[in-house]
């Protein structure tokens, strides 16, 4: 199966953002205890859905059982223009009970049923093994650089890029 750029890109700024959240400066998992401060913080993260996904799907960690790996994985190969309607994919997995409210208030989102459909494919993305971020040390990542970028693949940078930007300017320091 072959991955779509976006959600290739999405994938491992997914990781990071739950690598970020998980530990403190002292070494200590917290990420249960930020998981909980950031769903608070929803009428907030609505704002990035569009720009930074990745931030704000956060709120879903650990929230979703996947009933269907084929609707998943078919998913997972579209690009985000093509994403199904929220209704459809619902039929593809279980939402947990805590995430009622949040479902609720994203949904009222212009982008929110899209978002929920985002947020979806990255959480299924995280704990599937197979589609996990890997860097093979013996690929060249000069050679990956000079690959030409595909027209998706810019907007994803674009929009990374501006999340990053608005995130400095709400008195965050920039993700390196």
Do not use: C
Not at 12 to 37: C, I, P
Not at 123 to 138: G, I, L, N, R
Not at 156 to 173: I, L, T
Request: hydrophobic share 40%.
């Amino acid at each position: 199966m072959k991955i779509s750029p976006y959600f290739r890109h999405l994938r491992s700024a997914y990781a990071a953002e739950l690598d970020d959240l998980t530990f403190d400066s002292e070494g200590k998992n917290v990420l249960d205890k930020r998981l909980a401060q950031r769903r608070k913080e929803i009428d907030f993260l609505i704002s990035m859905m569009e720009v930074s996904p990745e931030m704000v799907a956060a709120v879903f960690h650990k929230g979703f059982r996947f009933k269907s790996n084929a609707a998943m994985d078919n998913l997972l190969t579209l690009e985000s223009d093509e994403l199904p309607e929220w209704h459809n994919l619902a039929q593809a997995l279980e939402m947990a009970p805590w995430t009622d409210a949040l479902v609720a208030t994203i949904q009222k989102q212009p982008m929110g049923e899209w978002f929920l459909t985002v947020a979806a494919a990255l959480e299924y993305m995280f704990y599937k093994p197979e589609h996990a971020p890997v860097h093979d040390a013996t690929e060249d990542d000069d050679e990956r650089d000079e690959e030409p970028m595909d027209e998706e693949e810019r907007e994803a940078k674009a929009r990374e890029e501006a999340g990053a930007d608005w995130m400095v300017e709400q008195g965050f320091d920039r993700k390196e």
